[in-house]
Each structure stands twice: as C-alpha cells, then as structure tokens.
C-alpha cells in the first residue's frame, strides 16, 4: 500500500502565496516523478507541475514564473510554492506520484486533494 498525506491547502487573498506539500510513504521502491494537478469546479483535472527524480520540471503555462517545485529525495517529498495566487488557481489540488513497487512495476497514485480557495 501506498500513503500521499498532502497539506497546505487553505484560504488566501489574491496576490498571497501558499505551500503545498505532499509525503509519500508505504511500498515504495523508488519515485520516478512526482507532480501536482488541479481540478476546478466542471472543468477537467489539468497538470500544474511536475519534476522528475533528477530534477527535471514541467510547468503548465499558467503557472510559469508563479509557482515552483521542489522535492526531497530523502524524504519522498514534493512541495509546490505558490506566489501572486489569482482567483483562478481556486480549485482542489491533487498529488501524483510515478513510483516503483518491490517488483520493479511501474505504478501511479494519488493523493486525496487539497482545496486551494483564492478571494478576490
């Protein structure tokens, strides 16, 4: 069995910033990618960022130079800073993760979600 405990969702005013963080644990090789999406109310799940084992980021376009990725290898971590929050990132957040089982499978997983609500 696989854990994501994600945290930092809350409430902020337009223009504020939060961190989200997302703690990876339970049968658990190795994580080849770890990343974060968001869902609004009647629109599709959509990707916000992701980064790879070694480093590597991807950034929806909406996001770019508001928001940053990072992990922590050591702890199979993966935050999301997020700045200059606008209305439109109002939407629940949800944790993913590309890992390697004991067998050497390739699996995925999520997280719950956490609701991010921005007031204008």
């Known amino acids: 069995q696989v854990q994501l405990v994600e945290s930092g969702g809350g409430l902020v005013q337009a223009g504020g910033s939060l961190r989200l963080s997302c703690a990876a644990s339970?049968?658990?090789?190795?994580?080849?990618?770890m990343g974060w999406y968001r869902q609004a109310p009647g629109k599709q799940r959509e990707l916000v960022a992701r980064?790879?084992?070694?480093?590597?980021?991807d950034y929806a376009d909406f996001v770019k130079g508001r928001f940053t990725i990072s992990r922590s290898n050591a702890k199979n971590t993966v935050y999301l800073q997020m700045n200059s929050l606008k209305s439109e990132d109002t939407a629940v957040y949800y944790c993913n993760i590309i890992y390697r089982d004991y067998t050497i499978s390739s699996r995925n997983y999520w997280g719950q979600g956490t609701q991010v609500t921005v007031s204008s």
């Open positions: 980064i790879t084992r070694g480093g590597n980021t």
């Open positions: 339970g049968s658990i090789f190795s994580i080849d990618a």
